[in-house]
Nanobody
Framework: QVQLVESGGGLVQAGGSLRLSCAASGRTFDRYTMGWLRQAPGEEREFVAVIDWHGATPDYADSVRGRFTISRNNAKNTVYLQMNSLKPEDTAVYYC????????????????WGQGTQVTVSS
């Protein structure tokens, strides 16, 4: 198991940017696939982005491809989500999560979750 803590959420106008961070505890961070998922009010939690253990193979949901960038720094046990050109429909609680599988595009692939950080995009 790994403990995850997200930060960086907030309120931003449409077209703006935010950078989310997820700090992980434990010495095996670099063995995990790391993902970002989100849950909007009244909606199911959905996949946003995922990156493999060495950071070379990111993958994205179609709704964020070209606007969001996932990255990781294994030396700092941290994964990031750079969000540009934000839209009101990006409003959600964003969670980072760890997986031992790939490509990890489904919720069931993840075994450890952070508490989430709220992102609100105003129009």
């Amino acid at each position: 198991q790994v403990q995850l803590v997200e930060s960086g959420g907030g309120l931003v106008q449409a077209g703006g940017s935010l950078r989310l961070s997820c700090a992980a505890s434990g010495r095996t961070f670099d063995r995990y696939t790391m993902g970002w998922l989100r849950q909007a009010p009244g909606e199911e939690r959905e996949f946003v982005a995922v990156i493999d253990w060495h950071g070379a193979t990111p993958d994205y949901a179609d709704s964020v491809r070209g606007r969001f960038t996932i990255s990781r720094n294994n030396a700092k046990n941290t994964v990031y989500l750079q969000m540009n050109s934000l839209k009101p429909e990006d409003t959600a609680v964003y969670y980072c999560a760890a997986s031992t599988s790939w490509p990890a595009r489904t919720l069931s692939a993840y075994h450890s979750w952070g508490q989430g950080t709220q992102v609100t995009v105003s129009s």
